[in-house]
């Protein structure tokens, strides 16, 4: 694939983790064990945890919840022409944020034919990495060639990934990377690339520490996003007391899409925070999409399911069957 770089500045800064660290909280359901992770922490395999007993070593079916009609809305499809294009292309970028002293990096990629199609707009799909990575790692893991062989086979619509890098591995209330993306980096996207700028054809999705991130921002910032899925969740400590709050803060007809995959070998306490959540969201009779699969918390898992994901993410942007 080709790489086209502007204004990219490779710039490494460490920080000390400060965040995923916590003992299980109580409001009105047992709150979760949450995340303790170190750097390097999700390139071995882990310690296999006692799964729930209801879970058989395949994947689990998704939970099967009838879905609200979505309340109308007045925006442009995505649309769909003739594309002799079989691949598209990632850039590199970086912008200014009032919220760090550092710029906030990204790639992006940009489906088959955006050039061409200079009347045509997206939709955009945020992904975010996991921790001790960076702006790369869904790279790596073949996002960008899921999205070519959907889009180039006519499955699905094209789509903008975004890629932003998170250089920081602390809380949300330290580590201001979550606003950032919505104050900053999404107008500027919004801006300086054919998108359309609806909640409906935006999603987002993240990792470990990276569906931490989804998960906060999905909720928090729901008006933003109509979709997030998170994968092998890291959730925060410092979210957990609030998530039934913010759910029951969202109405029903304007609730995301959902997405929850985990690996039957991960951790015990990220094992125990994503079944707490998806019974939480079971129990408030949230529509939703939940699947255990056997593996470890590593890449080759969320390699071998990166084109489940995107799927996923882009089945909500086709306009027809």
Known sequence: MRIKTTLFLATLICFGLAGCTATPLTVETTLPPVADLTPGSENHPLPTPTAHASMPPEATPPTTVA???????????????????????????QIDSSLFLDPLEFRVYLP????????????????????????DQWDRLGADEAAD??????????????????RRW?????????????????????????????????????????????????????????AFGVHSLAMFSIDSPFI??????????????IYLDMDDKDRKDLME??????????????????YLYPGYHEEKYWQAHVEQYVRWYAQGWKTEP
């Open 67 to 93: 879905s609200p009609e979505p309340a109308p809305v007045d925006t442009p499809a995505p649309t769909q022409k003739a594309c002799q294009q079989t691949g598209g292309r990632i850039e590199k970028g």
């Open 112 to 135: 088959p034919c955006y050039d061409q199609e200079a009347d045509t707009y997206y939709p955009v799909l945020y992904l975010i990495h996991g921790q001790s990575y960076n702006d």
């Open 149 to 166: 062989a959907l889009i180039s086979s006519g499955e699905m619509p094209p789509f903008l990934i975004v890629m932003p890098r998170d």
């Open 170 to 226: 602390t809380q949300p209330d330290e580590d201001q990377f979550g606003e950032a993306l919505v104050q900053d980096l999404i107008p500027w996207v919004d801006a300086n690339y054919r998108t359309i700028p609806d909640r409906l054809f935006r999603a987002i999705g993240g990792l470990s520490r990276g569906g931490g991130w989804a998960l906060h921002l999905g909720l928090i910032h729901w008006e933003v996003f109509g």
């Open 244 to 257: 039934s709050q913010w759910l029951d803060s969202i109405p029903l007809d304007q609730m995301p899409r």
């Open 273 to 290: 925070s994503t079944l707490w959540l998806e019974s939480l969201l079971t129990e408030k009779g949230i529509p939703h999409e939940w």
